[in-house]
Structure formats: structure tokens, C-alpha cells
């Protein structure tokens, strides 16, 4: 028998059968969580894209297992969704719209992950740049999406119903950009070093 080996953080598509996992994780990160039918409705919207961040655990195999036997294998093996962000398509940017990590699973770099992923839809759709908005008050995810170079572009007033905070509107600024290309490769290869083999997309 194989021992279970370290887990692995997968970043793949959302699924209607992931949607109960998801709202869990946003129910406890966020305090303006989303009815389930708002996922289902994104899911359905061709200009959107949900993905998951999902630890992995598989069987290590002894070596020599025929590859028809490790593909039994691998169906078995164990996954939980850790974190999951939304996409929207515009005319030439990628609008972040949602991401959130189990609170149990954060400052782990599965947001840092998730980032990553967003920039490699961005640049996959052959869009400009990605924005986002987020609260004033939310100094951790400013603190990330700043290491990742976006910038404050504005502020919108009132914007967030619930407590009437403004929201600041965040661009990556183009995609091309030589600075911003060596920072994603190194953000991507600081997370490589920290958990070698650990992540994959
Ligand atoms: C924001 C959020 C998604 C980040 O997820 P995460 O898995 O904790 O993110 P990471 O572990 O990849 O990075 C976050 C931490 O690393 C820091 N960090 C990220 N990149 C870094 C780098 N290159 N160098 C040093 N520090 C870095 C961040 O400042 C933060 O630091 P902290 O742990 O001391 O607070 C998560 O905190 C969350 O779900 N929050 C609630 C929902 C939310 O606010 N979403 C954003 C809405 S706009």
C-alpha cells in the first residue's frame, strides 16, 4: 500500500458540485456573502470564470504500478477546495470580482496562487490589464494585490451597501509591461521555493 503523500494546491474551472465548498469558504471570509444562485448564475455567464485553489492528496505509488493502475489510483485521491476567485471578461481588461481562502488556509500563498492563475487568464485572453476593487478597510488584500504592482486608480464612493465604505479601484497597469513580467515571474518562483512541487496549476 502507498503512504499519503504531501499535499498538492491544484488551481482548476469551479463546477456546479463545488459551489456548496465555495460558500462555505466565502460565508467565512467575507461578511456580504452571495445566495448559491448567484454562483449558479456566474456559472452559466459566458463572460465570466470561476476557479478553485484545491489541495490535492494522492496514494504514493510504488514505482513500477502500470499507468492503467495509476489512473484508478488518482480517481480515488482526496481533494478539499481551499480558496476560489471570479473572473469577468471586459472588452480589454480581466475584472477581478471575487477571491477568498479558507480562513484556516490563509497566509499560505494559496492567494498568491490564485493571482497568479488570474494573470494567466489575463494574458491567455490577450487582455490589457486586470482590475479590481476592494474595501478601504481591508489592509491584507490591499497589502497583496499591492506586491503584485496594482496601483490606485480611484475610489468609489458608498460603494459597498452593507457599511457604506468606499471601495479603491485597483489596476495592474499593462500586462506587457517588462517590470510587471518579472515581478509575476518572481512572485511565481518565491512560491516555487517555498513549497517545492507543492503547486501546479
Ligand atoms: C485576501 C486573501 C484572498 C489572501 O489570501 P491568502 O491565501 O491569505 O494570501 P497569501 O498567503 O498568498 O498572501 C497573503 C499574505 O502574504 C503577504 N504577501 C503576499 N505576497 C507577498 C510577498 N511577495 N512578499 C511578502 N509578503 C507577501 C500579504 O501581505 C499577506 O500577508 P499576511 O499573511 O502577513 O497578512 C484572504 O486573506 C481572504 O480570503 N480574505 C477574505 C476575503 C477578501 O478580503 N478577499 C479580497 C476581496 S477584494
Redo the contacts with the bound molecule.
Sequence with gaps: MGTPSTPRIVVRDMAREDIRAVRRIESA??QDAWPARVFESELENGFAQYRVAVERTAEDLPSGVIPSMRRLVSRGRRERIV?FMGVWYMVDQLHLVT???DPG?????????LLLDCFDLAREAELNEVV????QS?A??R??YE?FGFREAGVLKDYYKDNHEDAVVMLSGPLDAAALRTRLAS?RG?LDDDAPGVFEV
Design positions: 471570509a467575507y480558496g477571491i477568498a481562502v488556509r490563509q497566509g499560505q500563498g494559496t492567494g498568491r496562487r479590481l476593487e476592494v474595501r481591508n491584507r488584500a497589502a497583496l506586491h512572485l518565491a
